[in-house]
């Protein structure tokens, strides 16, 4: 008997986790396996190990999601750790919902950069009362 409504929640898997730079957010990217359609599943995200979901993304058609982590202080931690879940909604019945799996990440800072340095620098036709004091 084949049946278009699942028979287990959905799993998430391929998780890519990309660190802060200097002008944005870490991102988590990752996709939703499932023996029925893939497209509009919810993943709830635990931000503080409470059991409450604090974000929701939905997958794409391909089972594909995002999201955009935003740290809760202005000082990002060097690791992050975030639950997920998945909820899917079954015509005429309760939505399915997966157990919360953590997962840690590495966050390191993004990195300071160098400053330019400027070389010997003067005037470049020194044109005054001595050719070689640089000054005009």
Known sequence: NYSDEPS???????LQWTPATRTASPVLKGRIIDDSNVANVQIEIDLNDDGIAEAVVTSDSQGRFEYTYVPPTTLSP???????????????????????????????????PTPS?????GLANDDGTSATDRVS
Not at 8 to 14: C, E, F, K, V
Not at 117 to 121: M, V
């Open 8 to 14: 287990q929640p959905a799993s998430i898997t391929g």
């Open 78 to 112: 060097s690791s992050v750790t975030l639950k997920l879940r998945t909820k899917q909604a079954i015509t005429g019945a309760s939505p399915q919902i997966g157990s919360w799996s953590a997962h840690t990440f590495s966050n390191p800072a993004p990195s300071t």
């Open 117 to 121: 340095s400027l070389g010997a620098w």
